[in-house]
């Protein structure tokens, strides 16, 4: 089975039933990140329509100064999900500084609550890697997701020490950064994901398709000198350790074992 452990089917509007279709066809197991409350609604209908999809929770830096207030509303949408994400920190994309001290405390009340509940976080770093990795280190977390890295390589290497997964995805066919982070990236810490739709309509304008997976799947088998049957092989042996004996998670554990 595929993997791609990071996407937001939520955002799909009319497209979503072909998404759905090739999820099935390819057989790929996707974690739909939220943005907001409303975002992880549409994530958990989603996901009563087909059970490769996953929806988590999670308040995305972007969407943070709407929610900083009322963050206590959301507890119950935080207990209920398995994985908490999309969170983090953008200082890349958003230029207004006033809104940073927002983004951090959505951030930190996620990443306490992550400690409390053991889950594992699936993350946004843009721009703010160095901020990212003191919190997880103030917070002491365990498991998390690091999205799309595309940061610095100091920081990378440290977020690689302390045991983090990486999700390589669409951007590996045109960055040399990427490309470098790809081959340096330990096998056992190795994710794909698709960052769908928006990842490829970022990148070339075009909506993307879960299919895509396949593609990043080719090139990091070129990159890291090995076959895609071996990637594949390779990130779903890595998914499922990640959630090994996660209590959150045992349900998704059935769907990959024989």
Avoid at 1 to 17: F, K, S, T, V
Avoid at 65 to 81: F, G, K, N
Avoid at 164 to 169: L, N, V
Avoid at 172 to 187: D, G, M
Wanted: charged fraction near 20%; hydrophobic fraction near 45%.
């Amino acid at each position: 089975m595929l993997i791609d452990a990071h996407a937001h089917l939520d955002h799909y509007g009319a497209a979503l039933e072909a998404a759905l279709v090739e999820i099935r066809q390819q057989q790929i197991f996707t974690v739909s990140t939220a943005m907001d409350p409303p975002s992880y609604g549409r994530a958990r209908e989603i996901a009563e329509r087909c059970d490769l999809v996953l929806p988590t929770f999670g308040i995305h830096p972007w969407r943070a100064p709407a929610y900083v207030d009322r963050l206590a509303q959301y507890r119950t949408d935080i207990e209920r999900s398995p994985i908490l994400g999309e969170i983090g920190l953008d200082c890349r994309w958003v230029k207004d500084l006033s809104c940073h001290p927002a983004q951090r405390r959505v951030f930190e009340y996620f990443l306490a609550a992550a400690r409390e509940q053991g889950k594992i976080v699936n993350l946004h770093t843009a721009g703010a890697e160095a901020a990212v990795l003191q919190l997880l280190e103030r917070y002491d977390i365990q498991r998390a997701i690091i999205h799309w890295y595309a940061g610095p390589l100091d920081i990378f290497h440290a977020l690689v020490q302390r045991g983090y997964s990486f999700t390589i995805g669409v951007e590996v066919h045109s960055s040399a950064h990427i490309q470098a982070i790809a081959r340096a990236l330990p096998a056992s810490q190795l994710l794909t994901e698709t960052d769908n739709p928006g990842g490829a309509r970022w990148l070339t304008g075009e909506l993307g398709m879960p299919a895509l997976l396949r593609g990043v799947v080719r090139v990091l088998a070129a990159l890291r000198s090995t076959s895609e049957e071996a990637i594949a092989q390779t990130v779903q042996e890595n998914f499922v350790r990640l959630i090994q004996d996660d209590p959150w998670l045992e349900e998704v554990r059935g769907k990959f074992v024989p």
